[in-house]
């Protein structure tokens, strides 16, 4: 071939290419056509934060200065909040105690290194109203039975102290007995205090029961419960009945959040492997299947690929046996870079964990553990490419009330305005994105959710929006317009 023939076939497909990215461009970049065109929606997700307090890991910091303490919560949640996370879920209970004036148990000894002793402020009530302001549900995280090391001085006022008989020590740690009626029914009235007292989103139990090694066959009193199992036990198996002591909690602590308030949820999040729960007497499948809780957060802490605990295989696992109730995964922010777990030496097996959330049909996003290792700039910005768009939090829990009706939107001036819908808390305004990848489809991108009945969109663009009620319950949605 000669040198001119050659240049000239370069040169025509040079400017083939060159028209094909022009309208390429020019593709992506033309408004919506209602004529021609369709619009998909994306699956809600939860994009959660564990807070942990216990130990003071995460926050706060500082003891004994609720200005300081206030300040580092606000810059947490203003972290949280420029990654589009849409949920924190705090610890407020980390050892039988309380980061919220209590009569039922003191003030714990992580906000002023004494436990029973006033911060001179309410935690609880600052943590709702700053994560609220910034359109972020919280989720108020109680452990059900740590009191915490035997070197720790209690308070006079702690239930424990009151009540000694309700204790166990098990390898130097002070622990509720879980088959103790009475400690049941204090767990329920601390549960039903908080929601009572609280514009708290939701409830939320981690995945301490009995601890860990108390299921032995060889020593089956070494967690020394034998007095309460001699009252309570009913003649049943040992391991059957404490079972049946942790299914009796989730059962009364459920029917105590529904009881003083519907629109709150109940979830609990146990070990990512069913098999590893059980060794704690504490079996998901018996919440799930009886509709005790209002989402299940399975902690799978493991990469794909793992020998005994795939995170692709116990993703399925959860999601074939959600029983109709939300599936929220956490997942292990802490292994980032950990040369223990070279599996997560890039931010990729996190990317393939998200993916897998929102290809699997009962699984609804994620929750990180913990706030801290966010900090890492480049998972930081990673988080940012996955999450670059808001999301809505999934339906859970109460759905009651009907679903809104549909605004009837105009576009004038560079605004989007519209009237108010009956029922409806907020607004979900979406940005209408082409799909380069499929001919005639936009994805709607969620990128303000506003109680506002007004929004001022970007010149050029189209958009789209529901009506939101307070049960999360959305409108389909409404007309579209593009903003000149």
Partial sequence: MGLKKLLLILLLGFIVWSCQKDDDEEDVNR???????????????????????????????????ADAQKSELISILDKCKALNMNSIVLQIRPNSDAFYPSDLEPWSAFLTGTQGLDPGYDPLKFAVEEAHKRGMELHAWLNPYRIGSTSVILAPNHAAVKNPSWMVIYNGVRYYNPGIPEVRAHLVSVVKDIVTRYDVDAIHFDDYFYPSGAKSTSNPFGFDDKAAFDSHGAGKDIHLWRADNVNTMVFQVSNAVKSVNPKVCFGISPSGRRENSLDLYA?????LNAKWVDYLAPQIYWEFGHATADFGKQAKYWNDNAAGIPILIGI???????????????????????????????????????????????LNAYIKSKYQYLSLMPQMGAKSLPRPASPLIEALSGKITWRPISGAGKYAVYLLVKDISKTNVYTAKLVAAVADLQFSGISGKSYTITSVNEEKSESLYSNVVTLY
């Fill in 31 to 65: 408004p919506y056509d209602a004529s021609k065109d369709q619009i998909t929606f994306e699956k809600r997700e939860i994009r959660g934060v564990w807070i942990a307090t216990v130990s003071n890991l995460d926050w706060p910091t500082t003891k004994g200065n």
């Fill in 283 to 287: 079996d998901p499948l018996v919440w």
């Fill in 332 to 378: 292990a922010a802490y292994k980032f870079k950990d040369p223990a777990y070279p599996a997560f030496g890039t931010a990729n097996e996190f990317g393939r964990q998200i993916d897998e959330t929102r290809n699997l049909s009962n699984l609804y996003g994620c929750i990180w553990f913990r706030v801290k290792f966010l900090e890492n700039s480049e």
